[in-house]
């Protein structure tokens, strides 16, 4: 029960941390000709997932305790908690976390006056929170120079995929908000929002691949290759890939199918409807690659990889 809520935790925090990072940063991004101004309670939706992702990172060090002393959740003790948090990175990981969620929350009541630095300050903390993630996996338990190539890899791995998730979670947002609206207005939002992130979108993809590859080199290793579907960290390993292949299918489909059919419906003043439906059926099943993706990786988290075993 206690690996379970583990890794519940972790998949919670996965998901509310990307979004605290990415949904800033995708904001910032698909509108940064400043022509007009972003859509949607942004704010509100980082401030939720900050206060989520604040509540789930208590969980997680109660969790963690429980995990380590060997009883139940409701049986850990102050000693246990401050030995965790005192007693090296992870607790120094937890300790900023909490911390650049507090400046994320600061950040965002300043939304009306200052949206622009808002944006900014809630990107760089979200970046941060997200950040510590990877002393909380198997990217930061090597230690000397050789640990810093899966440690920053790692960390480019989070930050590429918490923009992925802000992008879908503000394109779903855009798609989602008002399904019987295709009026000219609507679509040509959805349309300028999906452009504008495309070009993000292949440097994030190259970035999780790279990232990828190597993360797979120091934590499989080329002699554990062969034998993955041996192992339940390769078996999961290799579900992961077949997931995240079909997001960078849908990927592809949006920005050079859907993306511009919608493009050239509004160009000749058509009825969107259509464009728009699919577009949504599209990112709603990338959501849902995406979570099952994070779900797995909340999993590898518990498990010894076969480099490591």
Not at 81 to 109: E, H, N, P, T
Request: charged share 10%; glycine share 12%.
């Amino acid at each position: 029960m206690t690996d379970v809520a583990v890794i519940a935790a972790r998949l919670g925090l996965y998901l509310t941390l990307a979004i605290t990072f990415g949904l800033p940063c995708f904001v910032f991004w698909a509108w940064r000709d400043g022509r007009r101004s972003p859509p949607g309670p942004w704010a509100w939706i980082v401030g939720i997932a900050t206060l989520l992702a604040m509540i789930l990172s208590v969980f997680q060090l109660i969790a963690l305790a429980a995990s380590m002393s060997g009883t139940a959740l409701t049986a850990v003790d102050r000693a246990t908690i401050s030995m965790l948090l005192d007693g090296g990175a992870m607790g120094r990981a937890w300790k900023v976390r909490v911390g650049a969620l507090l400046v994320i929350l600061m950040a965002l009541i300043l939304t009306r006056r200052a949206p622009g630095a808002s944006r900014m300050v809630s990107a760089a903390g979200g970046g941060v929170a997200l950040a510590t993630m990877a002393w909380f996996g198997h990217g930061a338990s090597d230690e000397g120079a050789a640990g810093w190539t899966p440690l920053v890899a790692d960390l480019a791995h989070l930050w590429a995929a918490g923009v992925w998730t802000g992008a879908l979670v503000g394109l779903s947002w855009l798609l989602l908000r008002s399904p019987n609206d295709a009026s000219h207005g609507h679509a040509a939002l959805c349309e300028r929002a999906l452009g504008g992130f495309s070009g993000l979108g292949t440097l994030i993809v190259a970035t999780l691949v790279v990232t990828g590859l190597i993360n797979t080199w120091f934590l499989i290793g080329i002699d554990h290759i062969a034998s993955l579907m041996a192992d339940p960290y390769g078996r999961l390993l290799l579900v992961k890939l077949a997931a995240f292949g079909c997001m960078i299918v849908l990927a592809a489909l949006n920005r050079y199918r859907l993306t511009p059919a919608l493009e050239r419906v509004l160009k000749e003043s058509g009825d969107a409807a259509r464009s728009l439906s699919r577009l949504r059926v599209s990112l709603l099943t990338e959501t849902a690659m995406l979570t099952t993706i994070l779900g797995l990786v909340a999993w590898f988290g518990t498990l010894s990889p076969p480099a490591g075993g």
